[in-house]
């Protein structure tokens, strides 16, 4: 007989998700958000994402794959911190009235910036709310000075986390935090590729004049392992001549001078293609022989386990990469790439090396890789989970905390 925790939330049931960008596929976490959305579709339930548009120069009402996506125009910048408190301010100030007004049956607030509108409108229209956490530690690239505010974050997180019907993180760390904190409902939903990103079979990479393709995917900003990257290449160039470097993303505004004069001595040896959307990943994975996941373990960064790192794998290229996150179990348990020190750009070139110089090793790295996403890492696996979930939310019973 079918408990109250097992019934089905009826499809007429209506989901909003509160996201704190534009909702754009260069950014991070579209890929995320836009699974979510889309595997609620197909389950039945229909999805608004209400996104905030920073630059307030995006369509505020579109249909992208399906998915009804609404921005809320108000400027704010990305990387100020503490800086952008009016800013956030003015945003709830907007956004609250469309919460008020919107028929939801289930807020679903992604990342810390939408925690207290979407809690707030969920609770005040006796509706469920989902908490979607998918950084480690919010805010940790902030200036050492914010310290103190620091602290007062990571309470708000653990005060408000304990409020959601349910909540949903993305790596290993997460959940170990969480539970910490006590927290019954949660569920590790990770990043993983969908299926339309993850190949079949490895491919043969033999390019004709014998160059080794080492790619770099993701957005190009100061302090996030690019410097290092471009030391080591310049090391490995001297004895291995027909290396050559491939590095797609955005460079951000701020970053592009210094990041012209790191290239500059090796321009011949450097392609530079900008922004992409998610469909252009397997063209783009197409090209590389070897994929460089470099980042420096600041507070920041040493529990992250990257996206870009789960769709190398789903691409067949095998990895050389920082332990952060869960990359380096991954990678042992797996043997589907290098872990090396991104401090030291020896090490960086021994891992290298070790790749470019033995195709078989590279083969068997990247056949390896491919399977654990097949396998384990992908997003209908994780999709189910949501589903679940959500059949859960439908229940007439509140769960308990």
Known sequence: METNCEKAISPTKKVLMLFSMSFLPHQ??????????????????????????????????????????ERIWSRAGFQRGPLNFVNFIAFYLRVLPRLWKAEADVFHCFNLDTVFPGWLAARLKGRKAVLDLCEPVYYANWPRKYAALMSLIQLFERFFSKRFDYVLVHGSFQVEKFESYHIRTLEQIG???????????????????????????????????????????????????KVKLLLAGKVFQEFREDFQSLIAPIADRVEIVGSFSPSDLPRLYERIDISLQLS???????????????????????VVASDTGDVKQIVDDCNCGIIVDETKPES????????????????????????AIQE??????????????????????????
Request: net charge positive; with cysteine; proline share 5%.
């Open 28 to 69: 991070g976490r579209y890929l995320r958000v836009r699974n979510q959305a889309k595997t609620l579709i197909d389950g039945g339930y229909p999805v608004t994402i209400l996104a905030w548009d920073r630059d307030c120069t995006h369509p505020k009402k579109e249909i992208i794959d399906g998915i009804q996506v």
């Open 191 to 241: 990043s993983y590729p969908n299926r339309s990103l993850v190949r079949d079979r490895i491919q043969d990479r033999r390019h004709a004049d014998g160059t080794i393709v080492i790619g770099r995917i993701g957005s190009i900003y100061k302090n996030n392992g690019i410097e290092e990257m471009i030391e080591a290449f310049k090391r490995l160039l001297p004895t291995n001549p």
């Open 296 to 318: 420096r373990r600041t507070d920041w960064f040493q529990n992250i386990t990257p996206t870009k790192f789960f769709e190398t794998l789903a691409n067949g290229v095998p």
């Open 348 to 371: 960086i070139c021994a891992g290298l090396r070790t790749l470019i110089e033995d195709p078989g090793l590279r083969r068997e790295m990247a056949k390896n890789g491919l399977r």
């Open 376 to 401: 384990t890492y992908n997003w209908e696996q994780m999709g189910g989970r949501l589903l679940a979930i959500y059949r859960m939310l439908g229940s007439d019973q509140r769960m308990q905390k």
